[in-house]
C-alpha cells in the first residue's frame, strides 16, 4: 500500500470509527430499554381482577415458557 492510500485509508477508518462508536451507544441503549420488560411489567402488575377486563399486548412471562415449552 503507499503513503497516500494508507493516509487515506486511515482517515476513513477514523470517521468509521467515530460513527461505529455511535451506533454502538444507541443499540446499548436500546437493548437496556427493550430488556427491561417495562412493557411487559404493566399487565403483570394489575391484579387478578383487573387481568380479566384486559387483554395484554404482550404475552406474560408465564404464557412465553408454556409456548415454548409445548413446541416441543
Same mark, same amino acid.
Given at each position: ?8 485509508? !486511515? ?7 467515530? &460513527? ?19 412493557? @411487559?411489567?404493566?399487565?403483570? !402488575?394489575?391484579?387478578? &381482577? ?12 408465564? @404464557? ?7 413446541? @416441543?
Amino acid at each position: 500500500m503507499n503513503t497516500i492510500q494508507g493516509i487515506i485509508q !486511515r482517515e476513513y477508518d477514523e470517521k468509521l470509527q467515530v &460513527a461505529l462508536k455511535k451506533r454502538l451507544q444507541i443499540l446499548r441503549e436500546l437493548e437496556k430499554n427493550y430488556s427491561s420488560r417495562e412493557l @411487559e411489567k404493566c399487565f403483570e !402488575r394489575l391484579c387478578k &381482577a383487573r387481568k380479566k377486563h384486559v387483554k395484554p399486548l404482550f404475552k406474560t412471562v408465564e @404464557e412465553q415458557i408454556e409456548e415454548f415449552l409445548n413446541e @416441543e
